[in-house]
């Protein structure tokens, strides 16, 4: 027997509201995702180096220091997106959980683009950057997670 449509877990809900109705599992690795979003996103944001070659392993040491300071300045914007990214997600969480299906949808996306766009535009490193890795690892396990949120 089919829901009505006020029953429905919907990807953009008719209303938006704080009551989710998908799998717990999904609500729960929301909340890790969304404080591994702000945490990763302080340290681009405040680490010397935006993490650019403690973390992502760019060989910061190897350029000219204008081109250095380029690079930990991007770092450090990209550290803000995530940070409001990340403030985005806690709303959601806390305020507005029927957006959680939706959110998901915008992690895959993100973290999609992040593997074709480092295709295109590659860099060269002294090593494997957690989240060259983490990219890999984020897109299929978001798509079993939006299911998971839908059902």
Same mark, same amino acid.
């Given at each position: 027997?089919?829901?009505?449509?006020?029953?429905?877990?919907?990807?953009?809900?008719?209303?938006?509201?704080?009551?989710?109705?998908?799998?717990?599992?999904?609500?729960? $690795?929301?909340?890790?995702?969304?404080?591994?979003?702000?945490?990763?996103?302080?340290?681009?944001?405040?680490?010397?180096?935006?993490g650019a070659q403690s973390i992502a392993t760019i060989p910061l040491g190897d350029y000219p220091a204008d081109a250095a300071a380029a690079v930990i300045l991007m770092f450090s914007?990209?550290?803000?997106?995530?940070?409001?990214?990340?403030?985005?997600?806690?709303?959601?969480?806390?305020?507005?959980?029927?957006?959680?299906?939706?959110?998901?949808?915008?992690?895959?996306?993100?973290?999609?683009?992040?593997?074709?766009?480092?295709?295109?535009?590659?860099?060269?490193?002294?090593?494997?950057?957690?989240?060259?890795?983490?990219?890999?690892?984020?897109?299929?396990?978001?798509?079993?997670?939006? $299911?998971?949120?839908?059902?």
């Open positions: 027997m089919e829901k009505n449509s006020t029953e429905r877990i919907k990807l953009l809900p008719e209303s938006i509201n704080n009551q989710y109705r998908g799998r717990k599992l999904a609500l729960y $690795a929301f909340l890790i995702i969304t404080i591994a979003t702000l945490v990763r996103s302080l340290i681009h944001v405040f680490a010397p180096d935006g914007l990209w550290g803000l997106s995530q940070l409001l990214m990340g403030i985005v997600y806690l709303f959601v969480y806390f305020k507005y959980q029927s957006l959680i299906p939706a959110m998901y949808v915008l992690m895959i996306v993100e973290y999609a683009m992040r593997i074709v766009i480092g295709q295109m535009k590659p860099i060269v490193t002294s090593g494997t950057a957690p989240g060259r890795i983490g990219n890999w690892v984020l897109v299929p396990g978001c798509i079993l997670l939006l $299911a998971l949120s839908l059902i």
